[in-house]
Structure formats: structure tokens, C-alpha cells
């Protein structure tokens, strides 16, 4: 997300430091990241995208993240110790009900529980322009759809096909109908997560959620843009 001058990483799993030199937004200028949960695809390049920033002169960072995520910081930095002394981390660990801005951000950041093998929050940003949702790892379920009731943009994971028996995760049939049992005043849904057996199953999957959701379904990509 890019407010102003500055960037709000949320999750940063293998490809992002490639990533974000492709959508020219400078690394050294990341010195925020939310985590959803410390499972690998979701935390894979943060180590790098630290050592990156410290090679280029920026140290400090904050990273916010659910419970357990500072003893996980503390772990795997100091698996790397010729970095260990040399850069400033805060980690912050979240709870619902905590609402936040980051410092230098002019939003407001509201998180949930959502239903995942692990704790995972996922999180809503509300600023000026407008409110997104950002579900990370879980199966649909009520607080991800209380914390997106209103927002103009629900990035929602959607990890396997329609039809596919799966806990822990989302189909588009299993998104498609909560989004009918909670009618949320939801602007426009971005699918993101999509694992390998997804492949090909696009179309079908905008087409479910279609049934059940009036507004704009898009498929996330990589260095995809959404304006609010
Ligand atoms: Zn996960
Ligand atoms: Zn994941």
C-alpha cells in the first residue's frame, strides 16, 4: 500500500524485494511491515528485504505481527549474526480491539482473528481515500467479514478451486457463500493466494462469486495496481 512518500508492506513472502524494484518503489523506503502470520510464504523475503535496507544505510524497521511474533524475530535474526547488532527492529506484537497508525502513515489499521492453522490477523486499513481489508490465510468466516462490512476493497486469499474440501483455507464457493449469509456492503473484491491446483479455474471462480456478490471481482496478480 503507498501513502504519500511512504510504503505499508503487508506480508512479505519469497519475490518481494524483486517485486518492489519492478513497481519502482524504492526498498529502502519500506521500513513498515504488517505480518498476518509467521508461515513461510508469508515471511520468506523479510530477512532480506532487512539486509537489503542495511546495505543501502537504513537500519531500523518496524514490524508488527500476531502473538509469538517477537520469540520468532528474535530466532531467525539471530540465525544471521553478522547482522544481529547492526540493525533496529521493533517488533510489535497485535491484538484485536488495538486499532494503530503507524508512525509517518496517515491511516488508521484495525485487525481480527481470522480462522487459519495458526494465528493469523488479518487487517483493515482505513484512510482518506477509503478502506481496504486484507484477510492473509483463512477460511471465510465472520470477524474477516465484520472487520470488511463497509470497505471499498476486501483482498481476500481464495488458496484452492470451487468445490475443493478444505479447512484452513478458501474456495471461491466457500467466499461465495459467505458473502450471502453476510450481504456486507463490501465495494469490490480482489482474490489473492491463489496455490498451483487454482491455475485455470479463474474464470470459473469470478463467475461464483458473481452469483452472490454484486460488485467488481478481480484477480489478484502480481504488481496488479488498485486505486481507491
Ligand atoms: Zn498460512
Ligand atoms: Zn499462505
Given at each position: 500500500?503507498?501513502?504519500e512518500?511512504?510504503?505499508?508492506?503487508?506480508?512479505?513472502?519469497?519475490?518481494?524485494?524483486?517485486r518492489?524494484?519492478?513497481?519502482?518503489?524504492?526498498?529502502?523506503?519500506?521500513?513498515?511491515?504488517?505480518?498476518?502470520?509467521l508461515?513461510?510464504?508469508?515471511?520468506?523475503?523479510?530477512?532480506?528485504?532487512?539486509?537489503?535496507?542495511?546495505?543501502?544505510?537504513?537500519?531500523?524497521?518496524?514490524?508488527?505481527?500476531?502473538?509469538?511474533?517477537e520469540?520468532?524475530?528474535?530466532?531467525?535474526?539471530?540465525?544471521?549474526?553478522?547482522i544481529?547488532?547492526?540493525?533496529?527492529?521493533?517488533?510489535?506484537?497485535?491484538?484485536?480491539?488495538?486499532?494503530?497508525?503507524?508512525?509517518?502513515?496517515?491511516?488508521?489499521?484495525?485487525?481480527?482473528?481470522?480462522?487459519?492453522?495458526?494465528?493469523?490477523?488479518?487487517?483493515?486499513?482505513?484512510?482518506e481515500?477509503?478502506?481496504?481489508?486484507?484477510?492473509?490465510?483463512?477460511?471465510?468466516c465472520?470477524?474477516?467479514?465484520?472487520?470488511?462490512?463497509?470497505?471499498?476493497?476486501?483482498?481476500?486469499?481464495?488458496?484452492?478451486?470451487?468445490g475443493?474440501?478444505?479447512?484452513?483455507?478458501?474456495?471461491?464457493?466457500?467466499?461465495?457463500?459467505?458473502?450471502?449469509?453476510?450481504?456486507?456492503?463490501?465495494?469490490?473484491?480482489?482474490?489473492?493466494?491463489?496455490?498451483?491446483?487454482?491455475?485455470?479455474?479463474?474464470k470459473?471462480?469470478i463467475?461464483?462469486?458473481?452469483?452472490?456478490?454484486?460488485?467488481?471481482?478481480?484477480?489478484?496478480?502480481?504488481l496488479?495496481?488498485?486505486?481507491?
Amino acid at each position: 500500500m503507498r501513502l504519500e512518500e511512504k510504503s505499508l508492506l503487508i506480508d512479505c513472502g519469497s519475490g518481494v524485494l524483486n517485486r518492489l524494484s519492478e513497481a519502482e518503489i524504492l526498498h529502502t523506503k519500506v521500513d513498515t511491515v504488517l505480518l498476518s502470520h509467521l508461515h513461510l510464504d508469508h515471511v520468506a523475503d523479510l530477512m532480506c528485504l532487512l539486509k537489503a535496507n542495511w546495505l543501502c544505510g537504513k537500519t531500523d524497521m518496524r514490524v508488527y505481527g500476531p502473538k509469538r511474533t517477537e520469540e520468532w524475530f528474535s530466532r531467525v535474526l539471530g540465525a544471521y549474526d553478522y547482522i544481529l547488532d547492526k540493525v533496529d527492529v521493533e517488533v510489535i506484537e497485535l491484538f484485536p480491539g488495538k486499532d494503530f497508525t503507524p508512525e509517518g502513515f496517515d491511516c488508521e489499521i484495525s485487525c481480527t482473528y481470522a480462522m487459519h492453522s495458526v494465528p493469523n490477523l488479518a487487517y483493515r486499513v482505513a484512510a482518506e481515500d477509503g478502506k481496504f481489508v486484507y484477510s492473509g490465510d483463512t477460511e471465510p468466516c465472520r470477524n474477516v467479514m465484520d472487520l470488511a462490512a463497509e470497505a471499498d476493497l476486501l483482498l481476500h486469499e481464495c488458496s484452492f478451486p470451487p468445490g475443493t474440501e478444505v479447512t484452513n483455507h478458501t474456495t471461491p464457493s466457500t467466499l461465495a457463500e459467505i458473502l450471502e449469509e453476510f450481504e456486507s456492503d463490501i465495494g469490490s473484491i480482489c482474490l489473492t493466494h491463489f496455490y498451483p491446483n487454482m491455475r485455470g479455474h479463474e474464470k470459473e471462480a469470478i463467475s461464483r462469486l458473481r452469483e452472490y456478490f454484486e460488485g467488481e471481482v478481480i484477480l489478484g496478480e502480481d504488481l496488479k495496481k488498485l486505486e481507491m
